[in-house]
């Protein structure tokens, strides 16, 4: 499966902003998907993750209360809603795929796209 993210920009603090990964070449419908970020400096960090079915949606804890991930199986595609964005939200942010369980380790997603930057204006 090739995955495309999108959606990323330029946003105030308190902005919200809607991230897109959607894949091609393959079914989404049956990979667990997730949203990871980097940061310049900074270690990859887990965003949230979605279940094939969707019913299982993990969050990272700096994240969880404002960022809310879905998907559209006839879309092929997963989202990332992102909410009362913080200047520390700013980042790379990645989706990521894999046909076993979701997980918020990184090394257990096979397929990734290529990234998109979030800037967030304080």
């Known amino acids: 499966v090739q995955l495309q993210a999108s959606g990323g920009g330029l946003v105030q603090a308190g902005g919200s902003l809607r991230l897109s990964c959607a894949a091609s070449g393959s079914t989404l419908s049956s990979y667990a998907v997730g949203w990871f970020r980097q940061a310049p400096g900074r270690a990859r960090e887990f965003v949230a993750a979605i279940s094939w079915s969707g019913n299982n949606t993990p969050y990272g804890a700096r994240v969880k209360g404002r960022f809310t991930i879905s998907r559209d199986n006839a879309k092929n595609t997963v989202y990332l809603q992102m909410n009362s964005l913080k200047p520390e939200d700013a980042a790379v942010y990645y989706c990521?795929?894999?046909?076993?369980?979701?997980?918020?380790?990184?090394?257990?997603?096979?397929?990734w796209g290529q990234g998109t930057l979030v800037t967030v204006s304080s």
């Open positions: 990521a795929a894999d046909r076993t369980r979701v997980g918020w380790n990184a090394l257990e997603y096979t397929y």
